[in-house]
C-alpha cells in the first residue's frame, strides 16, 4: 500500500525528466546531422572544382601537383576513356573512392570521397577523365566531430549490422553505439545504457558515408538513483510493518505456500520450518516428508535416464563406425541387459532351418547336452515371440518351462522387425545369409531380443518393454545396414549380367596377386579371353542372344577354373583369367580347356519351342608373371598383345606372350616363351628388375573393401569377405 503510490510518482517524475533530455539531445543531434551534410557537400564541392581545374589546364601533370599542394585535394588522377590511369600524385588515399555524386548506397566503405570531371580536347571530344580525392581516414571523421560538436562514427557500409571503422567515442562506449545503431535508421534517435542519444546520418543524395552522430545526456547523474533510494526506502518501510503483521497472523501460511511454488518450479529441496505442533505445523512437517520422498524418486529416475542415454550414445558409436554384425549384437544386448537390470539375455535371428539361433548371450549357461549356441523353435515362448510379432513378458512356471528355453522365472521379449522403408527386405536377398530368414519367406520380423530374471526378484515392467522395443529397433537397423553393406559391396564388384568380376576388381586383384607372387616366388599366369566373332551373333540373333552367349560363357569359365582362380568380364565380349601358381604350360593347358569346353558344345539361344544352336569360339592370349612383365599392368598387357596375336592367326586358338605356336597341354613351352619355366606350385626365385612387387599405377582401392581374398568359386556373385571388426 505505500511502496505502489512512491513507485508512480519516482516513475512520473523519472520519465518527465527524461522526455525532456531527450527533445534536447534530439535537437543538438538534428544541428549536427545539418553540419554533417554541409561539410560533406562543402568537401565535394572542392573537390569537383579542383577536378575541372585540372582539367582545364594546359599541363594537367603540373596543374595536379598544384592542386594537391594547395590542399585543395589529397590526390588527383587522370584516365583516359578506356580507364588506363595517365597521370596520378602520390600518395593514393586507400580504395575504394566514393564518387560524390553516386546515389546507390556502397557494399563497402569508402577509402576516400572523390569527384569526377571529363577531360576534352580542343574539339570538344572527351578523351578521360579527372578525378580529385579526398581521404575518409580517422584525421577526417575528427575534423565532422569538431564541426559538429558531437561525437562522430563512420560504419562499414549501410547495413544495419556494419561493423565501426572510424570512430572519436571513448572506447568505453563504443560498444554499446554499435549495438545501439543496429535497428536504427535515418533522422531516428535511441539512447544507450550508458546515457548517450544516437541519430544516423546518410547514405544519402550528395552525402555516400554512414555515419553515426552521438552527444551526452544531460539529465543528471543521481536523478535514478535518488529515486530508487526514495523507492527502497518505501519499500523497506512497507516489509518492516508487513513482517510485524505475518510473524503475528499468516507468516506460517505464506512460507508454505512459497515452498509450494517452489516444488511447482523444480526445486524439491524446499522445506518448510515446523513451529508448532498444530495443525499447520502437521501440515509442514507431512510436506517435508513428502518433498524427501519425491526427491529420492527423482534422483532415481534421473540416474536411471542418464545411465540409458550412455548406452544410447554407445549404441550410436557402435553402428556408426562398424559393419560388424556380431559386435553390434553384442553391444546391444549389453546396452539392454544394464538399462533393465536383467540377469541375462539373449539375441536370436531366425536361421535357415527355421530355428532361433542364438547370436549373442551373457549371462546364459550353454544347453546340457546340445554343443553350440542356443536354438529355439518358433513354437516355443520367445519363439512365438517371432511368430506373433508382438512383445511379451511374464512369468514362467517350473514345471511348463519349454526345454529348449533357458531356464528363468521371469522374462521379457521383443521382436526384430526388419525396416521397410527405404530398406529392402530379407527376401530381396539373392542369397540367404546367417541370421536371416529362409529365402522367399519375406516375414516382418526376423529375430528376438529376450532378458530373463531382472535382478532383485521383481517382474518386468511396461517400461522395461519400451526400453526395450528402443534397443530392437537399434538392432534391427544395424542388421538392415550390414545386409546393405554387403549387398552394396557386392555389386559394386561384379559384372551384372555374367556375375563374374569387373574390370574395378580386376585391378585391386592383379595388384595383390602379383604382390603375392613376388613375396612367396610364385608364378601367376594372367588370360585375357575374346569371344571370335561376336558381333555376328549379335546382328545374326539380336542382343538378347548375345547376352545369353555371354551368361553360358561365364557360367562354363566358371566350371573349368579352379577355387582360388579369379575371372573377370571386362566389358562387352572381352574377359580376363587369373591363375595364381601357374606357370606357362599350366596357363596353355587351362586356356586349352576353356577353348575346347566353348567350342564342342554351340549355345543355344532363343525360344524354348525352337532354340537355335549358336557355334562360339575364343580366342586367348597367355602371359606369365615374372617372365612377360614385373607389374600387374605390364603382365595384362603382354597377355593382350598374345591375344592380338591369336585372333591374327585365324582365332579360336591360344598364344603365349613372345611366342609364335601355342604350348600343347602336357608339353614344354615353345622356345621364347616359357620354356624351362616351373609347373603351377613350384617355387621360384622372383627376379632382380625394378617394380616387381605390384604397380603403383594400380593402387585403385575399392571403397569399403577390408576384404580378404575369396575363397571359393572366384566370380559373383559372392563378393569378398567383410573382415570383423573394421
Known amino acids: 500500500m505505500v511502496a505502489g503510490p512512491v513507485v508512480i510518482g519516482a516513475y512520473l517524475v523519472g520519465s518527465a525528466v527524461t522526455s525532456i533530455d531527450r527533445s534536447r539531445s534530439a535537437d543538438r543531434l538534428a544541428v549536427a546531422a545539418t553540419t554533417v551534410r554541409t561539410a560533406v557537400d562543402t568537401l565535394c564541392q572542392q573537390l569537383r572544382t579542383a577536378a575541372e581545374v585540372v582539367a582545364l589546364a594546359g599541363d594537367q601533370a603540373v596543374a595536379a601537383r598544384q592542386v594537391v ?45 572523390a569527384a569526377r570531371v571529363e577531360l576534352r580536347d580542343a574539339t570538344g571530344a572527351a578523351r578521360g577523365a579527372v578525378t580529385a580525392a579526398q581521404p575518409v581516414d580517422p584525421a577526417f571523421v575528427a575534423r565532422l566531430a569538431v564541426l559538429t560538436g558531437a561525437a562522430v562514427t563512420l560504419l562499414e557500409g549501410p547495413d544495419p549490422a556494419s561493423r565501426l571503422r572510424h570512430t572519436t567515442e571513448s572506447a568505453g562506449v563504443r560498444e554499446a553505439v554499435l549495438g545501439a545503431v543496429g535497428g536504427l535508421e535515418d533522422e531516428q534517435v535511441v539512447g544507450t545504457d550508458d546515457g548517450r542519444y544516437l541519430r544516423r546520418v546518410g547514405p544519402s543524395d550528395g552525402q555516400p558515408l554512414s555515419l553515426v552522430l552521438s552527444v551526452p545526456s544531460d539529465r543528471p547523474p543521481s536523478l535514478y538513483a535518488v529515486l530508487v533510494a526514495a523507492v527502497l526506502l518505501a519499500v523497506l518501510l512497507a516489509v518492516v510493518v ?49 518433498t524427501r520422498e519425491t526427491g529420492t524418486y527423482v534422483a532415481a529416475l534421473t540416474s536411471s535416464r542418464d545411465q540409458l542415454r550412455g548406452h544410447l550414445e554407445v549404441l550410436g558409436d557402435t553402428l556408426a563406425s562398424t559393419h560388424d554384425l556380431q559386435r553390434i549384437l553384442r553391444v546391444i544386448l549389453h546396452s539392454a541387459i544394464a538399462a533393465t537390470g536383467a540377469r541375462a539375455g539373449a539375441v536370436l535371428l531366425v536361421d535357415p532351418g527355421g530355428l532361433l539361433v542364438a547370436q549373442a ?280 598383345e598374345a591375344l592380338y596375336a591369336a585372333k591374327a592367326s585365324g582365332r579360336d586358338t ?51 573393401s577390408g576384404a580378404a581374398t575369396p575363397r571359393g568359386a572366384t566370380s559373383g556373385p559372392h563378393p569378398p569377405r567383410q573382415s570383423r571388426g573394421r
Not at 580504395?95 to 577509402?111: I, V
Not at 542369397?431 to 531380443?449: D, E, K, Q, W
Not at 609364335?660 to 606350385?681: N, T, V, W, Y
Request: glycine fraction near 12%.
Open 69 to 113: 599542394d594547395r590542399g585543395l585535394a589529397a590526390a588527383v588522377r587522370i584516365t583516359d576513356l578506356g580507364g588506363q590511369v595517365l597521370h596520378t600524385t602520390t600518395p593514393l588515399p586507400a580504395a575504394s573512392w566514393r564518387d560524390c555524386a553516386d546515389r546507390t548506397p556502397a557494399d563497402a566503405p569508402p577509402g576516400a570521397l
Open 242 to 290: 508487513a513482517g510485524r503483521l505475518a510473524r503475528a497472523t499468516s507468516r506460517p501460511l505464506v512460507e508454505l505456500a512459497g515452498a509450494v511454488d517452489r516444488v511447482a518450479r523444480g526445486d524439491l529441496t524446499a522445506r518448510v520450518p515446523v513451529r508448532g505442533r498444530d495443525e499447520i505445523g502437521r501440515l509442514a512437517g507431512a510436506f517435508n516428508r513428502m
Open 361 to 640: 548371450t551373457e549371462g546364459l549357461e550353454a544347453p546340457a547336452g546340445e554343443p553350440g549356441p542356443v536354438r529355439v523353435p518358433l513354437a516355443d515362448l520367445v519363439g512365438a515371440v517371432t511368430v506373433s510379432g508382438e512383445a511379451r513378458r511374464g512369468r514362467v512356471e517350473p514345471t511348463v518351462a519349454p526345454s529348449a528355453e533357458p531356464p528363468c522365472r521371469t522374462y521379457i521379449a521383443v521382436p526384430f522387425a526388419a525396416p521397410r522403408d527405404g530398406g529392402v527386405p530379407w527376401a530381396d536377398s539373392p542369397s540367404p545369409r546367417p541370421g536371416g530368414p529362409p529365402s522367399g519367406a519375406a516375414p516382418a520380423t526376423f529375430g528376438v531380443l529376450a532378458l530373463y530374471d531382472r535382478l532383485g526378484g521383481e517382474d518386468f515392467a511396461d517400461d522395461d518393454l519400451v526400453t526395450l522395443r528402443t534397443f530392437a529397433g537399434h538392432a534391427a537397423v544395424a542388421v538392415d545396414n550390414v545386409r546393405v553393406h554387403e549387398e552394396t559391396q557386392r555389386l559394386s564388384l561384379t559384372d551384372p549380367l555374367t556375375g563374374l568380376w569387373n574390370y574395378r576388381y580386376l585391378r585391386q586383384s592383379l595388384r595383390r596377386e602379383v604382390e603375392r607372387a613376388t613375396r612367396f616366388g610364385r608364378m601367376l599366369s594372367v588370360l585375357a579371353l575374346d569371344l571370335d566373332r561376336f558381333k555376328h551373333v549379335n546382328d545374326t540373333h539380336g542382343h538378347a542372344a548375345g547376352d545369353r552367349v555371354l551368361v553360358e560363357f561365364a557360367r562354363r569359365i566358371r566350371g573349368e577354373i579352379r577355387e582360388v582362380d579369379l575371372a573377370f568380364r571386362l566389358g562387352g565380349e572381352e574377359f580376363v583369367v587369373l591363375l595364381p601358381e601357374t606357370d606357362a604350360v599350366g596357363a596353355a593347358t587351362v586356356a586349352e580347356r576353356l577353348g575346347a569346353a566353348v567350342r564342342d558344345a554351340p549355345i543355344a539361344v532363343g525360344g524354348l519351342a525352337a532354340p537355335v544352336l549358336v557355334p562360339v569360339t575364343v580366342s586367348i592370349g597367355v602371359a606369365v608373371h615374372p617372365d612377360h612383365g614385373g607389374t600387374g599392368q605390364e603382365v595384362l598387357n603382354a597377355a593382350d
Open 654 to 704: 591360344c598364344r603365349v606372350a613372345g611366342a609364335a605356336k601355342a604350348p600343347a597341354p602336357g608339353l614344354p613351352a615353345p622356345a621364347g616363351s616359357d620354356e624351362g619355366a616351373p609347373r603351377a606350385g613350384a617355387r621360384r626365385e622372383p627376379p632382380a628388375q625394378p617394380g616387381a612387387g605390384g604397380n603403383g599405377s594400380e593402387s585403385e582401392v575399392v571403397p569399403g
